[in-house]
């Protein structure tokens, strides 16, 4: 009714893609849980707004760790690109946005 049949083998690739343990110094097979609001910058006032959405993560609200894995994983599951947000209003905002940048 409207969606595609789920491909073979759907649920080992929702739970493994984009979990290499080499990607990690700890080389934990599962991802660990990034906690860290902001992470370390390489030199002061290096990492300006644009520069924000790319490694290595500034801010959490800009990106982290998890939210990577997951717009990976989601992504790779349905077929397109993937954007997750920290939270409601970042969703609309980019949704709003999203017009202007076509």
């Known amino acids: 009714c409207g969606f ?3 491909f073979k083998h759907f ?12 990607q990690w110094n700890s080389r934990a097979v599962v991802p660990p ?13 290096k990492n300006e707004q644009e520069e924000c959405w790319k490694k290595p993560y500034v ?6 760790p998890n ?13 397109v690109q993937c954007r997750g ?3 409601d209003w970042a969703s609309l905002a980019a949704a709003d946005g999203a017009k202007y940048c076509e």
Do not use: C, M, W
Not at 11 to 22: D, L, W
Not at 33 to 45: A, D, N, P, V
Not at 59 to 64: A, V, W
């Open 4 to 6: 595609l049949p789920p």
């Open 11 to 22: 649920a080992t690739s929702a739970i493994h893609f984009a979990q290499e343990p080499e």
């Open 33 to 45: 849980i990034t906690l860290s609001t902001s992470f370390k910058q390489e030199e002061f006032g």
């Open 59 to 64: 801010y959490t609200r800009f990106g982290n």
């Open 67 to 79: 939210r990577h894995i997951l717009q990976e994983v989601v992504g790779t599951l349905d077929g």
């Open 85 to 87: 947000q920290s939270d």
